[in-house]
């Protein structure tokens, strides 16, 4: 069964900073590009963040660009969404993607970004 958990939203100041985790099982994840998306309200989902499979390369959405860091560990089958320096406008659920041969999807966990 294939599952994609996401997990450390949660409300925090502007300027604070979280870590995402998304715990991945039921497939073979080290071949998987591994993404993350937020979705807003009243918005369409968006991409945020991308970590391949192979040689680990990034890329990210210029609104996170040097705020944002993904990584990943492929022997816990782990991502992750390092966000620092967050913005009222990072209020979002975020969602845990893995691409590849097929795609998967988490559940998606909340991030509030308010004083």
């Known amino acids: 069964q294939v599952q994609l958990v996401e997990s450390g939203g949660g409300l925090v100041q502007p300027g604070g900073s979280l870590r995402l985790s998304c715990e991945a099982s039921g497939f073979n994840f080290r071949s998987y590009n591994m993404n993350w998306y937020r979705q807003a309200p009243g918005k369409e989902r968006e991409f945020v963040a991308r970590?391949?499979?192979?040689?680990?390369?990034?890329d990210y959405a210029n609104s996170v660009k040097g705020r944002f860091t993904i990584s990943r560990d492929d022997g816990m089958n782990m991502a992750y969404l390092q966000m620092n320096n967050l913005e009222p406008d990072d209020t979002a659920v975020y969602f845990c993607?893995?691409?590849?041969?097929?795609?998967?999807w988490g559940q998606g966990t909340q991030v509030t970004v308010s004083s």
């Open positions: 993607n893995a691409r590849g041969n097929y795609d998967f």
């Open positions: 970590i391949s499979s192979v040689g680990f390369r990034r």
